[in-house]
């Protein structure tokens, strides 16, 4: 399985712009990057995802790099919401091999 | 939409004894997933199922673990007989068949004494 490497921890005060790194050297052309976040106490959600091109939502930005091998979520204001830990995700593969598997995350801080 | 209902939200249990922890996925979803999260291995896959067929079951820990889906709108995990490292939070999550989105549960803190 391709794997994916994040800093353990950052930090960034309210209202301030996040970038979020994630390195996938090993990516397959197949394979999705998604974005999930646990907030405390709560279960994985949700963030974003993307294949070759940048993407926005309501929540965040997903810059990928042109060769594929890193991205990096964008939360363009920060609040004290967004603490929690947000991992990086590669999906794809067959029907069969479609699950997710989540590594050890980013855990974001984030202060008033 | 409830979203994907976990229960019990707790459970403190005896070593030995059998614990049975229940899912309803959203309705419509095909597929639904089992993960268990510790603090020191974090958040493992344990088995999935799709149109309730279990599909891998590769990370199920032991025999005393066994999952069923008897139908698109329940699961269950059963664990028997429990053990004080079977303390964890378990999640399930449920999603349509290649959507993008998982959708998770609030878990299940099982607690094993």
């Known amino acids: 399985d391709a794997k994916t490497t994040q800093p353990n921890s950052m930090e960034s005060n309210e209202e301030e712009p996040v970038h979020l790194p994630c390195n996938h050297s090993t990516i397959s052309g197949t394979d999705y990057i998604h974005w999930y976040r646990q907030l405390p106490s709560q279960g994985p959600e949700y963030v974003i995802h993307g294949l070759t091109s940048n993407v926005n939502n309501r929540m965040a930005s997903l810059a990928i790099a042109e060769d594929r091998k890193s991205s990096t979520l964008i939360l363009h204001r920060a609040t004290l919401r967004d603490a929690a830990v947000y991992y990086c995700i590669l999906r794809g593969g067959t029907y069969n091999t479609d699950k997710l598997i989540f590594g050890t995350g980013t855990r974001l801080q984030v202060f008033p | 939409d409830a979203g994907v209902i976990q229960s019990p939200r707790h459970e403190v249990t005896e070593m030995g004894q059998e614990v049975t922890l229940r899912c309803k996925p959203i309705s419509g979803h095909n597929s639904l997933f089992w993960y268990r999260q510790t603090m020191m291995r974090g958040l493992e896959l344990l088995i999935y199922f799709n149109n309730n067929v279990p599909i891998d079951d590769s990370g199920m820990p032991e025999d005393r673990f066994s999952a069923k889906m008897p139908n698109a709108s329940f699961s269950t995990l059963k664990i028997q007989p429990s053990e004080p490292r079977d303390s964890a939070v378990y999640f399930c999550?449920?999603?349509?068949?290649?959507?993008?989105?998982?959708?998770f549960g609030s878990g299940t803190r099982l607690t094993v004494v």
């Open positions: 999550a449920s999603r349509q068949d290649r959507s993008y989105g998982y959708t």
